[in-house]
């Protein structure tokens, strides 16, 4: 396990973060809060923040809501579906089952 120097929090590599990111909304199967998505992923809070913002640039999420109190943004995978397909070298499930990321984290929505 490799900790970042500072914090000793995992170091997650930012090239994995977007791939997390997206599995994490995905695995909630329903809009989240940016609150929740970060919470749901390992790694630097600021490349967490960062990358969220590349992939809504870059339409691999979209983001509704009003990005203030009691109107939240939430952040969703698009309609067509823009997601990276499925590869077990990446971690994700080859079409056997449901492989999540260790990066991914497990959280009660309720």
């Known amino acids: 396990m490799d900790l970042t120097p500072k914090t000793g929090a995992q170091y997650v590599p930012v090239s994995d973060l977007g791939r997390d990111i997206i599995e994490a909304i995905i695995v909630a199967g329903r809009p989240q809060t940016e609150y929740d998505v970060l919470k749901a992923v390992r790694g630097k809070m600021e490349d967490k923040r960062r990358v969220l913002r590349e992939l809504l640039a870059a339409g691999r999420i979209r983001r509704a809501g009003g990005g203030k109190r009691n109107d939240p943004y939430?952040?969703?995978?698009?309609?067509?579906g823009d997601v990276p397909p499925p590869k077990a070298e990446d971690g994700w499930d080859d079409g056997g089952g449901a492989e999540v990321s260790p990066n991914v984290r497990e959280v009660d929505w309720n």
Not at 74 to 80: A, C, K, Q, T, V
């Open 74 to 80: 939430l952040y969703s995978i698009p309609p067509d």
